[in-house]
DNA sequence: CTTCGGCTGACGG
DNA sequence: CTAACGCCGTCAGCCGAAG
């Protein structure tokens, strides 16, 4: 049976979410902000609305250039578990959707509507999605449906906000033939540029580059992405109930430091942080991560795993700290801008007799060749 | 030979 | 005036050690 699979992608959404909060910043310009600690605007954008957008202020962004682009914008703290809130009531609408729901981001999940047989039927049903969302949480979203995530991803981008665009199997290859690269997912700044030096700018060019020229330029598992994307394959299966791999906290200090007192005292109030996350969600872990990043990029990571899985608090703080003192043996001079600590070797507790997503029988994470 | 722990880097939202 | 820049999470690839 033929595969339809739909993308919903939630329109700037937490600048949405704010503007229902606080409708006098309907028709303004909307910036939501990650702020860092270290005062003066430091920080980057989260989510910019549309009015802010047309201003060229884009994610990721720092703040300080948003605010060069749009000196009048609302800008505005990010209030991640007020959103995630938000999120849950809207993921539990689509849900109800298709049986074969995955979620991927706070603002994003993928559906798999086989089941309703043609892309017509399919779009018919996203049509029904998001006339509930609207009339339930008061959001928009944009939708795409395609043969497969690949095609569903992009088409969900093509028409924003509140889009809705559908790519059957048959117009795939004219769809994707004129998009640049970067539009495939996976490609970012690096390998477009790598592909650039090759003047493999568009879908179109790089259809005539052999897998296994593909492979050698950025690996095996790219470049046979990067092969199979371009014809518009993609195997990956839309996959329910997955399950979270790592949880980390990181902060920025307030100023560059090595001093061991203040970054043990830091990674202490992150340990609590991240022991909180997998107490909540019954996850035991085996494994305790230091992250440290200096003020120009350089980001370091050291690692410990324990012998048994366990849940203690004590076990994140003392070998995390335990890393912190090694690293700082090491690398005396290295000044910290920012520092996290990760778990990972995660077991989730098993709710009923539901199996874990890791149970072998379906491993399909690549894309396939070709026959 | 494969697997695992440990680490880096690219990428997405 | 200039340079400036979060906080997550996923996966692949590489290395050396171990099975």
């Not at 729901?101 to 798999?112: G, T």
């Amino acid at each position: 049976m033929k595969r339809i699979v739909a993308l919903v992608d939630l329109d700037a959404f937490y600048a949405q979410v704010e503007e229902l909060r606080n409708p006098k910043l309907k028709g303004k310009a909307v910036i939501v902000c990650m702020y860092s600690a270290r005062g003066k605007g430091s920080g980057a954008v989260a989510t910019a609305n549309y009015e802010a957008r047309k201003l060229g202020v884009r994610s990721g962004m720092p703040i300080i250039y948003a605010k060069r682009k749009a000196k009048n914008a609302v800008f505005l703290p990010a209030d991640r578990d007020y959103y995630w809130k938000v999120s849950a009531r809207v993921m539990d609408i689509l849900q109800t959707y298709s049986d074969l729901f995955e979620q991927v981001s706070i603002d994003e999940a993928y559906l798999d509507l086989s089941q309703t047989n043609s892309f017509t039927a399919a779009e018919r049903l996203a049509k029904k999605m998001k006339s509930e969302i609207l009339q339930k949480e008061k959001l928009t979203c944009s939708i795409g449906i395609g043969p497969n995530k690949l095609v569903a991803k992009i088409a969900a981008g093509v028409k924003k906000p509140n889009g809705l665009v559908t790519v059957p199997e048959d117009a795939v290859p004219s769809f994707l033939k004129p998009l640049s690269v970067g539009k495939l997912y996976g490609v970012g700044p690096k390998t477009e540029g790598l592909l650039a030096s090759l003047n493999m700018r568009s879908v179109k060019q790089l259809k005539t580059m052999s897998l296994a020229h593909l492979q050698k330029l950025v690996g095996s598992a790219k470049g046979s992405m990067l092969y199979n994307g371009a014809r518009g394959k993609d195997d990956r299966p839309v996959q329910p109930g997955r399950q979270k791999q790592q949880v980390s906290r990181l902060t920025t200090m307030k100023k560059d430091t090595s001093s061991f007192n203040s970054l043990a005292e830091t990674v202490a109030s992150l340990s609590t942080l991240v022991h909180d996350t997998v107490s909540a969600q019954k996850i035991t872990f085996q494994t305790v991560s230091l992250i440290v990043m200096s003020n120009k990029m350089e980001q370091i990571s050291r690692s410990h795993s324990l012998t048994e899985p366990t849940t203690a608090k004590k076990a994140i703080q003392d070998t995390v700290t335990a890393l912190l003192k090694t690293f700082l043996a090491e690398r005396p001079d290295f000044q910290v801008r920012r520092i996290g600590v990760r778990v990972s070797g995660l077991e989730h507790a098993i709710p009923d007799s539901r199996k874990p997503a890791t149970n072998g029988q379906r491993t399909l994470r690549t894309f396939r060749k070709p026959s």
